[in-house]
């Protein structure tokens, strides 16, 4: 089964940037990326699937890029502009496509393996 490891994680002043890596051992094709601030629910931020379709939820509002690289064991997440409310735990992680929809998982009860997180704080 998959291993995920999250990285790039840190604190930020407002309107600042982080890219988030996780390196993927095992093949699982769709991979997305994962949100959990403190007293509310996982959250799903982007995702990517079969032929390298992309999803994105609405309140990235053009701000985040997800991609995947390094013969696709490696994904990324590039923040721009963030914002306090980004402030949370992020999380990668990985699902066999053939599992969702038009082979594009993207809720959190999509996918089986996730990292073990990496925390984001946006300063205001």
């Known amino acids: 089964q998959p291993h995920l490891e999250e990285s790039g994680g840190g604190m930020v002043q407002s309107g600042g940037s982080l890219r988030l890596s996780c390196v993927v051992q095992g093949t699982a094709e769709c991979m997305g990326w994962f949100r959990q601030a403190p007293g509310k629910g996982r959250e799903g931020i982007a995702s990517?699937?079969?032929?390298?379709?992309?999803k994105y939820a609405n309140f990235v509002e053009g701000r985040f890029v997800i991609s995947r690289h390094n013969g696709d064991s490696t994904l990324s997440l590039q923040m721009s502009n963030l914002k306090p409310e980004d402030t949370a735990e992020y999380y990668c992680?990985?699902?066999?496509?053939?599992?969702?929809?038009?082979?594009?998982?993207?809720?959190?009860?999509?996918?089986?393996?996730y990292g073990q997180g990496t925390q984001v704080t946006v300063l205001s």
């Open positions: 992680a990985a699902e066999y496509c053939t599992y969702c929809p038009d082979l594009l998982c993207f809720a959190p009860s999509d996918f089986s393996y």
């Open positions: 990517i699937g079969y032929g390298d379709k992309t």
